[in-house]
Every structure is written in structure tokens, then in C-alpha cells.
């Protein structure tokens, strides 16, 4: 065993002094100021609360019917961040004559190249495609007229991207909104997305005679169908919950108004004394965690020896409006270790939070620090942020304005329909998951095949309206956490409480919670923390079996004496390592834990309350 932890010990590096006393300052905070500031999370924000005059309701009204047509985007929004753009150009005359000039050089570039292209095409081309850009990586597009086609849109896009840059008078924030809204813009004129300008859509319907475009309308018609049916997307029914996902041998062993809590039945002869505790995100199903056997977390923990517990959420609907954020931590993370703390009594807990699980269990880690409550053997965050000041892209779309749009259709729904929260986020990877998609499937008639993570992505929750107003506000808009003005209970919580160890990884391409807002834990906290960097986005990083053999990751720990070592410097420093991160969770798992091997618990306790319900995944997961 102490071989296998020292497989994965690390160093430390210098301070970056700078950030810790910023750190230091923030946690400092008084309790009178905190609430002088309204700290408490517990209330809505004024705009969800009681009934407006009928009058003003139809504001609210007229305001959830365009949020319904925008998917939730406000076009308010969209039109101040081009009009402070223009304003701004409008009264830079230098950084006009730098366009201008950019533009006559752009021309006279791709002019010069294309008189050699047409003579021999042996001249390079002027300009070259983003890393990571795959649009035109088809060896058609290096063809006479294709690759004309892709140098003059290549060059648009860097005139764009420098017609964003280095606004005078623009704040940096806007200068991102206008960068990302013009990106998008460009893109939907790229050559890659018009079908007669695509030379892998002509060669292929000239290959088919046509019947590829026959297949693509058919494809669309049966979306169409599934859209105005509310059917899940074509290839799901492969993945039925209980049949083909989710099918790990366990128990429903408490269920209550907000979630079901799973007990995985063992899968040796002894286990570690300490069992695990593991809260997904809500906005999604818990299954991502036990998905099929060869991808299951759950699974694969419970044969290594672990008394695994689950959470799974109820899919909320209108008469859950009024369910708070605090709602969670309550009846969601304190609820599961008061039922595992009766059927499994006398052994503290390794808890272990997904995204937005990770922030609630983050914060009832704090509040049962602050409490005295010390039930918590190690604490686990996977791509979880606890700072937002830092959560990228998406806070392009989470400003006050997009907000407050969201609260109006919340107000009028009840709750967040998955559709309408998936609009920012598709957004985020509009060429991918809009553009290439009507490409593939509508034009060159080939269906996507869907796998069981794409399934699972594709079923969707709903979030009560109370609770998601309280989130967006309380930690996205006013970053209440890492600030030291989040409120449990009337008292503040802060994170330097927490005790247990911290593993905290984050994710090298994650677009929902950035590696580096994950890393921030570092600077909040005083307890060992072991960060990972993995391979991966948000999903497929973490549903990363070692039986794959793919990924990489690196990981250092820093000791709660050491000093903070900023991100940069952290990556040039971090050893590497190949393959699935999960074996060095686990071992540091073990490590954190008491290494005392038991018989295995009961699942459930029929002599504590505690009898099986029902047999896992239960009823919670099909709603």
C-alpha cells in the first residue's frame, strides 16, 4: 500500500504571496459585514418572491414567452454588447486605420496566394486554422476552389478576432462577449457549414446520386417528430435505465421529497471500515456515475472493497417552485450521512461531489465544520467550483440581465426546463453540437451514434425555480462562497473550516467548470489538497474506467502548511502520469481513510428504520 500512495506523492512549490494575502483578506470578513451584505442564502431574490401587481405581471409574462423563443439568451443583451462595441469602435480612429489596414493586408495576402494557387498550388497558404479547429481537416479542402473558399473565410475570422481586440475604452468583459458573439457569426457563414461549398457533402451526394440528402430530410423529419412529441433523440431507447445503464446491484435505503439514497450491495468478502458517499450534479441524472458495468464508478469502487452510497435526484416540477438551495444541503448531503450514519454507525464518511453536487457538499462540508460535526473522513470534488469569478464562457450568458430573463420564465414555469438551460451551453460549442450536427445528420444523412454517455446527456432534469434563482444569484452573479458572505442558517460558512483532506480534480478542456476555478479551492482552504488535472471535458474526463486505457492526468498535494502555488506554476511542476486518474483517487482514498477491513454491512437496516425500498436505480431516476 505505501508503495502505491507513493506512486502519487508530490511536492510543493514557493508562494505566490500576492494571491494568499488576497485570500487571507476575503476570509476575514466579519460576520456583521457579511450580513450587512445580506449573506443569507435562504430568502429568494426580491424579483422571486411574492406575487407582483397584475399589471406588472404582464411584464413577466411577455418577458417568459421570449425567453422560451431564445432558449433563455437575452437579445437585450446581445444588442447592448454589439452597441457598446460600435460606440466604442466609433470613437477610435486609430484602432479604425489598424482594421483597415489589416484588411487591405488580409487581401493583398490572399490575392498574392491565390494567382500562385491557380498556377502550380504549391505556395502554402496565408492563413492557417485555430488549434483544435477540425472543421477542415478533410484532405478535399486542400483542393482548388475548396481551399479558396477556407483561406477567405480564415481570413474574415482573424480580421474579427482583432476587430474585438483591444477596444479603447472597452471593458474586458464586454471585449469576451463581443469576441465570442462575432466568432459565432462567423462561423455561421463557413464554408464547412454550406452544403455546396463542403466538398465532403458534394463528393458524398454526388457519390449517392442525392440519396444521402433523402436520408437527411428523413433524419429531420423524425427529429421534428420527437421534438413536438417530447421523445428523447433518435438511438436512446439503446440505453434503457435499469436495462443497459444504471444496473450496478443495489437498494433504495431512504427516499425522501428531494432524492432517493442508492446502497450498493458489496462486491467482496471484506470492505474498508469508511464508506462512501457520492452526490451528482441535479441538473443532470446520477447514472453518469453508473453508467454500463465496464464505466461504472460505482461498480468499480465496490469491487475494490467500498460500501459505495448513492444519491439520486428527483426531477422537479411546478410544485417543487419553492424548493431553496439550501433545500439541497438539507434534505439532499445531510439527509444521505444521517441515513448512512445509522446503518453504517461508528465510521465517518469519504463524501464525494460532481459538479454542482461537489459545490452543495462543499458547502455542507463547511457548515458541519462550523457546526463541530466531524463525520466527514476525506472530501471529494470532481470538476466542482467553489469560486466563480473564474467559470469562463458561460459567464457570457449569466450576467444580470440574462438573469433576470431566466427569472421570469422561472417565475412563470415553476421550475428550468433541460431544453432551455441547454441553449447557453450549446452555444458554447455552436459548430460542434449545432452546425456539425445539421451537416452530418441532415445533409450527409448519417445519424450520430449515440453512446451511453450521450444517452445519459441526452436525459435531462428540470430545476425548481427557487433554487436555480438562489444559485445563478448567490454564487454566479455575487460569488458569495469564496467571499465570505454565504450564509448557512443565519451564520456564515467558510471553507478555511473545513478539516478533512481534499481531492480536487478538474478537467484540461472542461467548458462548464474551468480547471483553473476548480483549482481555486487551493486558496480557500487550509487542509491537504490534492489537485488533479485530467485529460477530458466535463463528462467524458471524469467516465474514464481504467480499463480504457486512454488520458492522461498530473497531481501534486499541497499540505495544509504549504504555501499556495499558482496554477502555472502548479501544471510546469505537477508529475505526470498515463491512463485513468480513478486508481490514484482511490488509493488516496485508502490512504485518508482507516485502512480497517470489516464484513461487509447490511444494505439498509430494517432494525434502524432503514428497510430497502425498492431495488436500485428506484423510481426517482425515471422522472
Known sequence: MQEEVGRYRSASLPAAQDE????????TMTVE???????SPSAPPPHMGAEPPSLRSLDRLSRAALARATRGISPNALAKTWTDWAVHIAQAPGKQLELAQRAAMTAARLNRWLLYSVADGAHAPPFAPLPGDRRFSDPGWSQWPFNVFVQNFLGAEAWWAEAARDVPGLARSREAEVAFLARMLVDMVSPSNIPWLNPASVAETAKEGGFNLVRGAANWLDDFDRLL???PPAGTEKFVVGRDVAITPGKVV????????IQYEPGTDKVLAEPILIIPAWIEKYYILDLEP?????????????TVFMVSWKNPDARDRDVSFDDYRRLGVMAALDAISTIVPGHKVHVCGYCLGGTILAIAAATMARDGDN???SLTLLASQTDFTEAGEIMLFLNEEQVALLDDLMWDQGYLDSQQMSGAFQLLRFDELIWGKL????VLGKRDELTALTAWNADSTR?????HSEYLHGLYLENRLSGGRYAVDGRVITLRDIRAPIFAIGMARDTVAPWRSVYKVNLFTETDVTFALASGGHNVGIVNPPSQGRGSFQLMTRGSTDPYVAPDNWVAAAPHYSGSWWPAWEVWIRATGSKDEVDPPHVGSIERSFPPLCEAPGIYVHG
Request: charged share 30%; no cysteine; proline share 2%.
Open 439 to 442: 451537416i452530418r445528420e441532415y
Open 20 to 27: 494568499r494575502a488576497k485570500a487571507q483578506m476575503q476570509r
Open 33 to 39: 459585514h457579511a450580513k450587512a451584505l445580506d449573506a
Open 254 to 261: 431512504y427516499r425522501n421529497d428531494l432524492m432517493e439514497l
Open 229 to 231: 412529441a417530447g421523445k
Open 294 to 306: 465496464q464505466s461504472s464508478l460505482a461498480r468499480w469502487l465496490v469491487e475494490r472493497g467500498h
Open 375 to 377: 463525520r466527514i473522513a
Open 463 to 467: 430545476m425548481p425555480a427557487r433554487m
